[in-house]
Nanobody, 125 residues
Framework: QVQLVESGGGLAQAGGSLRLSCAAS????????MGWFRQAPGKEREFVAA????????YYADSVKGRCTISRADAKNTVYLQMNSLKPEDTAVYYC??????????????????WGQGTQVTVSS
């Protein structure tokens, strides 16, 4: 069982920055491909960013490309999402997701087994 706990959400102004963190349990975190998703009110959960188990590759949704960076610190069992140049349309609950095996990049939510409880990001104009 893997437990994920997100933090770092909050209220930001348009053009500002936030860094989300996701702390994971599990002794083999360094083998987990990880992802970030978000869900705005009345909308389906959508892919934001993903990173391979070794951090060698990353992938981003077009809507955040160039503004967000996903990274991981295996010594801390943590994955991060640095968000810059925030826009009001970035307002959503952000979820961290994990799968315990695989060498690829995974951007379909059905490919992930474990989810955090989410952290709210609100961007004011």
């Amino acid at each position: 069982q893997v437990q994920l706990v997100e933090s770092g959400g909050g209220l930001a102004q348009a053009g500002g920055s936030l860094r989300l963190s996701c702390a994971a349990s599990g002794r083999t975190f360094s083998t987990y491909p990880m992802g970030w998703f978000r869900q705005a009110p009345g909308k389906e959960r959508e892919f934001v960013a993903a990173i391979t188990w070794n951090g060698g590759s990353t992938y981003y949704a077009d809507s955040v490309k160039g503004r967000c960076t996903i990274s991981r610190a295996d010594a801390k069992n943590t994955v991060y999402l640095q968000m810059n140049s925030l826009k009001p349309e970035d307002t959503a609950v952000y979820y961290c997701a994990a799968r315990t095996y695989g060498s690829g990049i995974y951007y379909n939510l059905r490919e992930y087994t474990y989810w955090g409880q989410g952290t709210q990001v609100t961007v004011s104009s």
